[in-house]
């Protein structure tokens, strides 16, 4: 790929997990960058000091407009959302209101501004169960929870608009994230985080007594869900050469999905933590949790293909030992933290 041309970069929800590593990936390729987020769920220590931090709503049109203005935007990432699986379930409208319903709002103030490139924090999760062993961007959406729905509806929101208004997009579709960065900068720092690799690295630093495992009768090879797990450093990178790819080729928008074609069981992951501690997570077998699939596992052939893209991290125990350092560090960054739950 040619040397692109860098532009001011608007993040959404980049004090949050995946979008303050977005925002690192970012700064250190020499791009300008300013983040909006609520601190809903991100963190203000998350920012790094010298990236503009404007606290509000990605719903807040005047907002939008005066951080437009300022930075001279003209291309946004965007990560704000709601993101539990269950939770959408028990609060559908809650999840099509701050996913699909907000989105729609920044999406028309991206055309009213002239923004012309925007990346969208997509997930595999629009693919619903799909009865294949690896999931191509082919293969039918028919999400099975409103989360699934409220990022498809949003991806029908974008191509839409990108047909309407000479916008170009990239909706990357994740699989399950996790890690952390390698210098441990930032990392998954949210209470009650409901990510597995968290999760374990949790009990596996004595914050919960145990990790409940959800599902033990599904049709794999241990009777435990399977995911395509991702290190979140390497789904960053993917988004800087994404955005790199719209402005190469402005005519031009992609779907990806973003995993490294490798399915591992949560006993796996769970052994993967055990053998990085060299210790013994204890496991409580739990029954199904609303929303969830047997299996979900890339097939990432298209984005090798179109992309650049050279994952650095593509192995499950760097994955969990990065995950292990952040959590570790955390009781620096956030004290409370260190309590046991």
Request: glycine residues 8%; proline residues 5%; aromatic residues 8%.
């Amino acid at each position: 790929m040619n040397e692109v041309r860098k532009c001011p970069v608007l993040v959404t929800g980049g004090a949050g997990y995946i979008g303050s590593h977005a925002v690192l990936a970012l700064k250190d390729a020499g791009w300008d960058v300013a983040i909006i987020d609520n601190l809903s769920t991100g963190f203000r220590f998350a920012v790094p000091d010298d990236v503009p931090l404007y606290e509000g709503d990605i719903a807040d049109a005047d907002l939008l407009a005066r951080i437009f203005a300022e930075q001279g935007t003209r291309a946004i990432m965007h990560f704000a959302g709601s993101i539990v699986v269950p939770e959408s379930v028990e609060k559908p409208l809650d999840y099509y209101e701050n996913n699909t319903v907000k989105s729609r709002a920044l999406m028309a103030a991206a055309v009213k501004a002239g923004v012309p490139h925007f990346i969208f924090s997509s997930t595999a999760a629009t693919y619903g169960a799909p009865d294949v062993e690896t999931v191509q961007e082919t293969t039918p959406t028919v999400p099975i929870n409103p989360y699934g729905w409220s990022k498809l509806m949003t991806e029908q929101m974008l191509s839409d608009t990108a047909a309407a208004h000479g916008m170009n997009y990239c909706a990357l579709r994740y699989f399950n994230v996790a890690g952390a960065d390698p210098e441990a900068r930032t990392g998954q720092s949210t209470a009650g985080a409901t990510h597995l690799i968290k999760v374990a690295c949790e009990a596996a630093t004595g914050k919960r007594s145990h990790v409940d495992v959800y599902g033990t009768d599904y049709d794999t090879p241990d009777g435990t869900g399977v995911r395509d797990y991702i290190h979140v450093s390497d789904l960053a990178a993917a988004h800087v050469l994404a955005l790199e790819g719209l402005i190469e080729q402005p005519s031009r928008s992609l779907v990806m999905n973003c995993g490294y074609g490798r399915g591992f069981s949560v006993l796996e992951v769970l052994d993967a933590v055990d053998r990085t501690t060299n210790a013994t997570i204890k496991r409580e077998m739990k029954p199904r949790r609303a929303g969830n699939s047997a299996a979900l596992v890339s097939d990432p052939s298209k984005i090798r293909a179109t992309l650049p893209w050279q994952p650095k991290y593509a192995d499950l125990d760097v994955i969990v030992s990065h995950a292990l350092q952040w959590e570790r560090r955390l009781a620096e960054v956030r004290p409370e933290m260190s309590k046991k739950s």
